[in-house]
């Protein structure tokens, strides 16, 4: 079913193919304000010039628009289910991820929306050209669902995407929501036959008895279509609110963790998973700790990390037993003294966990900083980097106002020299692991023309404020980047900022 | 200030919340503004950190991390204010908790009306069924304001010897409530029965109610409206 709609209109994947777009051509709702910029690039320095490639605005105005139009498309979009205004809302990024060649780019949205966003190919005639991202599938992962024994609605927003590495020439990736994940194929369809003897032309069954001659189908070229079916409904196994979802590197497993509990899963098998940690006390008002992010060794499938609200880090290998309740290795850095407050245990939360791509280290996220781990020493990180610490003197604030709970993710660079992280005010920053430079970026409409070289930014903490200078109180807390990915081999970023989707590349001079 | 999902949409409540919910942030209300001394800030975080806790508990489906962290810090507001024991500071209570008790309490009183309605629906809240429970018995008028503030129950309740939500003895006013049939450990995932078996590692001896098909049936029925609440039959059966 050809739709021209915007996205809001998808009905889910169950049924239909959603959307089907030319391929490489831009879907009705996004318009790229930027062209491509005519570089080569090797992979240099994180901290080196970025420029805006590509910018993506979901328009509020089209989604209301499309909200009064039409009632069985809201039903559609199960907007009975809200009392708030579902166009802005529905379109706030909430994950983004390229996949291990860095040639798809997926986000997820509060709607339940996933948008994958493909590469172009590069062009012969003009080889320093880089490509582009468009837009290349649309749907519909996830509803609100309604649990009727609990009286509970469950939100459809995806919490995470992880994509699973290319097999064949379809591709694959696991979104989850607070309760359910999915795995999903994206495959492309590029021919059609035609010909059929039991049916005409539209697909209409023809009376066998008037059939006189045979004649054998054959395959067409049609417009690529890009089609995403879901291939398997992982439910049912997490009684609260998954966080993290991570592929292990043998990839016929993936695990699933919650507040309380990780599950491991085969791929082929919905209908089980292994519990494999769980930290439920027996008596839940004695509950202190929760489990807030976990993720699988890149190499060894044997091995895997989790993070917690009380700024420890579990490191666990399934070889020991079934149930890792017991970790192997226990990351934790002791309190300093000099900085104690009673949002001490709050801003230690630890909001992500990644491994570097070598597998040597880990890295953290905690409220105001990023550490790196590690994995042979436990006892403190060996690198620690201020994301914003001119906020520690505004905790209160923040406790009051909740941005202290804000869960900021972190990334790492292909070569893991680089690690990058989001703050207020739609900043982000880079830490360069080897030359200590860091940088603060801006993902912002009105500082970002085509193909402008992002300017860096400062944020000035007291006395005398610098002209390009932009003080602590002036900082916009309603801006926040939680979610940003790093091409695995090129130094191509991507930044969620709030319902806006920044691509910047570096300019190699 | 966005919603949190799962309150229930009575647009009365929904007002009341954001009443509630919002007067610690209007920079001219004075226990706000004002510069604190150690003790009135502690006092004024811990009202805080209470308010945030109701709100949070409030929820159908509470957002776990936060309300660990938020009963954490209660904790250690708590402790800090140990000399006082279970009084927040007296003898002369400083104006800036006096005001913002008695908003305390008003806001109590809308806090209390709307707890009451929601007290059948707290168990939904797995382990979590209770929440503070003198709050609710304050009734509409809330507390007055002189003397003891309203949030002393709390403070009853976070009792640091126990380090327990709720006295266990608060549990016999929810006797006529039969919750057990909402005991989310009834819809136990599938993973939670198929945990591997207990031969290696620490397992835990959990003891996981088995999803018989009588049980199902009883619930299914429940659901439907044909049977009255009762408690179901062991597992045993």
Known sequence: MLLSLPALHLQTSEHHPLFELPHGRLGPWCSPTGSPAPLSCDTGCGEGSWILVYRLLVPTQVSLLSMEEDIDTRKINNSFLRDHSYATEADIISTVEFNHTGELLAT??????????????????????????????????????????????????????????????????????DKTVKLWKVSERDKRPEGYNLKDEEGRLRDPSTITTLRVPVLRPMDLMVEATPRRVFANAHTYHI???????????????????????????????FNIVDIKPANMEELTEVITAAEFHPHHCNTFVYSSSKGTIRLCDMRASALCDRHTKFFEEPEDPSNRSFFS??????????????????????????????????????????????????LCSLYE???????????WNGSDSVIMTGSYNNFFRMFDRNTKR??????????????????????????????????VDSLDFSKKILHTAWHPSENIIAVAATNNLYIFQDKVN | MMLSKGLKRKREEEEEGLAVDTWWLDPGHPAVAQAPAATAASSSLFD?????????????????????????????????????????????????????????????????????????????????????????????????TAGAPPSLGALDLLGPATGCLLDDSLEGLFEDIDT??????????????????????????????????????????????????????????
């Not at chain 1, 043998?250 to 309380?260: G, N, R, V």
């Not at chain 1, 106002?401 to 990334?411: A, G, L, P, Q, T």
């Not at chain 2, 996981?208 to 044909?226: F, I, N, R, S």
């Open chain 1, 108 to 177: 997820g949205d509060k709607g339940g929306r996933v948008v994958i966003f493909q590469r172009e190919q590069e062009s012969k005639n003009q080889v320093h050209r880089r490509g582009e991202y468009n837009v290349y599938s649309t749907f519909q992962s996830h509803e609100p669902e309604f649990d009727y024994l609990k009286s509970l609605e469950i939100e459809e927003k995806i919490n995470k995407i992880r994509w699973l590495p290319q097999q064949n020439a379809a591709y694959f990736l696991l979104s989850t929501n």
């Open chain 1, 243 to 273: 966080n993290s979802i991570s592929v292990n590197s043998d990839y016929e497993t993936y695990m699933s963790a919650d507040d309380l509990r990780i599950n491991l899963w085969n791929f082929e098998i919905t209908n089980q998973s």
């Open chain 1, 345 to 394: 245990e709050i801003i230690s939360s630890i909001s992500d966990v990644k491994f570097s791509h070598s597998g040597r280290y880990i890295m953290t996220r905690d409220y105001l900083t990023v550490k790196v781990w590690d994995l042979n020493m436990e006892n403190r990180p060996i690198e620690t980097y201020q994301v914003h610490d001119y906020l520690r003197s505004k």
């Open chain 1, 401 to 411: 106002n909740d941005c202290i709970f804000d869960k900021f993710e972190c990334v």
């Open chain 1, 438 to 471: 860091d940088v603060t970026l801006e993902a912002s409409r009105e500082n970002s023309k085509p193909r402008a070289i992002l300017k860096p930014r400062k944020v000035c903490v007291g006395g005398k404020r610098r002209k390009d200078e932009i003080s």
């Open chain 2, 48 to 144: 805080l950190s209470v308010l945030k806790l109701h709100h949070s508990l409030r929820q159908s489906e509470p957002d776990l991390r936060h309300l660990v962290l938020v009963v954490n810090t209660l904790r250690r507001i708590q402790a800090s204010m140990a000399p006082a024991a279970t009084l927040p500071p007296v003898p002369s209570p400083p104006p800036a908790p006096g005001v913002a008790d008695s908003l305390l309490a008003s806001s109590d009183a809308a806090l209390s009306a709307s707890m009451a309605s929601l007290l059948e629906d707290l168990s939904h809240i797995e382990g979590l069924s209770q929440v503070p429970q003198p709050l609710a018995d304050e009734g509409p008028l809330g507390r007055p």
């Open chain 2, 180 to 237: 057990s049939m909402y005991d989310s450990e009834l819809w136990a995932p599938a993973s939670e029965s198929l945990k591997p078996g207990p031969v290696e590692g620490p397992g835990k001896e959990e003891t996981t109610p088995e999803l018989d098909e009588a049980e199902l049936d009883y619930l299914m029925d429940v659901l439907v409206g044909t049977q009255a609440l009762e408690r179901p039959p062991g597992p045993g059966r």
